[in-house]
C-alpha cells in the first residue's frame, strides 16, 4: 500500500492510494422451491464502494443442470455491483424436467477476484423440489 503525506500547515494528512476491497458475500432466498418458482441469489459488498462497481466471480455447482433445470438472469458466473451500490441479485428460475428426480441442488461460490476480498458466507445454495401437478 502506498501512502501519500501532505503537509498542511502545522498538521499533516496521510492519504491512502492503496485499491478499495470490500469484502463479498453471497446469500439464496428462499432456500428451497418448487420447479417453475424463482430463488434470488443476492452478493453483498461491505463497505459500499462509492466510486467503482464491482464484478463479482462466483462458481457454480450442484446436480441440476443450468439450462435444464433452471435458468439464470445475467451472465452465469459474474455479477456486478454497481458503484455505490451494496448488493446485486441473480436470480435462478427452475424449469419442469419432467421427471429428473425428486430434489436436485444449486450452489453459488464466491470466486476470488480483483477488487473484493471472499467473506462469509462464501457459498449459499438452493435446493429444487419436483413438481407435482397432482
Do not use: W
Amino acid at each position: 500500500m502506498k501512502m501519500l503525506l501532505f503537509a498542511l500547515g502545522a498538521a499533516s494528512v496521510v492519504a491512502s492510494t492503496a485499491a478499495f476491497a470490500g469484502t463479498v458475500t453471497v446469500s439464496v432466498s428462499p432456500t428451497q422451491i418448487l420447479e417453475r418458482q424463482t430463488a434470488v441469489f443476492t452478493f453483498t459488498n461491505s463497505p459500499i464502494n462509492p466510486t467503482k462497481a464491482t464484478r463479482v466471480r462466483y462458481y457454480i455447482a450442484g446436480d441440476a443442470i443450468c439450462g435444464f433445470d433452471y435458468l439464470l438472469s445475467g451472465t452465469a458466473g459474474e455479477v456486478v455491483i454497481p458503484a455505490g451500490s451494496s448488493s446485486a441479485q441473480v436470480t435462478l428460475n427452475a424449469i419442469t424436467d419432467f421427471g429428473r428426480g425428486p430434489v436436485k441442488s444449486v450452489m453459488f461460490d464466491v470466486a476470488p477476484g480483483r477488487g473484493y476480498k471472499v467473506g462469509f458466507p462464501r457459498h449459499a445454495t438452493v435446493a429444487i423440489f419436483e413438481f407435482d401437478s397432482n
